[in-house]
């Protein structure tokens, strides 16, 4: 009888062409003797790219897919899918106003931007080949320092962030507000898990700017501080859709008048969940 060789079966999955399955192709590493063993092989070695795929293909929809860059995007529903979870996402931020000053004990400092609306673990119900679009809005600019006989400048509101199923809207995030001047209370936010800006503070308080507001996620920007450090006398900027920080008005005792920061731009992070 002869004697068997030893062999194995080796497996490669090529990539597929648009609307076509992938191939497999099984290449033995010796000679068979035996076509009854080869068989063997080669379906324990298909078998194993299979689970590979399966495998591969399972990671994938488990990986949280991050958006948190200004921009539109379009996203394919993979087959198997059912729901997009949307972990967390937030609208922008609204930017701080810039500082001004007066000619005697008073500063006027800005006050902080307002967050953008924020919202955790949200269901959109999907199915395979649909186009989700997800749009993510752009912090809100902090005002330009005033003078000591002008304002600062007013922040920008901070943009939406939206996503949308084959055109239609499924989640709307509102971005947060700026506010316009010194001494008022600080910018609204884009909804209800989201806070407003910090009003800012007077000459008994150093003269800062006030603070963004936070939401769900994200960090206001701090407001602009009478410190040494020049890059702290801006209003800084906001994170995840904070509002941006207001900047500080000392014309009198150090002629600090700085600008307010942005808010911080929106985000938004899902992952893909199979049918059960």
């Not at 901070?158 to 001494?183: D, E, F, I, R």
């Not at 308080?205 to 963004?212: A, H, L, T």
């Not at 941006?244 to 700085?258: D, E, L």
């Amino acid at each position: 009888m002869a004697t068997r060789s030893r062999f194995t079966a080796i497996a490669e999955q090529t990539d597929a062409s648009e609307g076509e399955e992938p191939l497999v192709y099984v290449t033995l590493d010796k000679v068979v003797l035996s076509a009854a063993d080869a068989g063997v092989e080669i379906g324990k070695a298909v078998a194993m790219v299979t689970v590979k795929a399966i495998g591969d293909a399972l990671a994938s929809l488990l990986t949280p897919q991050i958006f948190n860059k200004p921009g539109t995007y379009e996203v394919v529903v993979p087959d198997g899918v059912n729901t997009m979870r949307v972990k967390k996402a937030a609208a922008a931020g609204g930017g701080g106003a810039g500082g001004a000053g007066e000619a005697n004990v008073r500063g006027l400092p800005g006050p902080g931007g307002g967050a953008g609306d924020s919202i955790l673990n949200f269901e959109i119900p999907v199915k395979p080949g649909d186009v989700v679009t997800i749009v993510i809005g752009t912090g809100g600019l902090g005002g330009k320092a005033g003078s000591v006989t002008s304002p600062g400048g007013p922040g920008t509101n901070g943009g939406n962030t939206v996503v949308s199923v084959n055109g239609v809207v499924a989640l709307t995030l509102n971005g947060g507000k700026a506010t316009s001047g010194p001494y008022m209370q600080g910018g609204y936010p884009g909804g209800p898990n989201a806070q407003a800006g910090s009003p800012s503070c007077n000459w008994l308080n150093n003269y800062r700017g006030g603070d963004g507001g936070d939401n769900l996620i994200g960090i206001g920007g701090n407001g602009g501080m009478e410190v040494a450090d020049a890059a702290l006398r801006n209003g800084s900027k906001g994170k995840n859709g904070g509002g941006g920080g207001g900047g500080i008005g000392n014309a009198v005792h150090s002629g600090n008048i700085t600008n307010g920061g942005d808010g911080g731009d929106g985000y938004l992070e899902f992952v893909w969940e199979a049918a059960a």
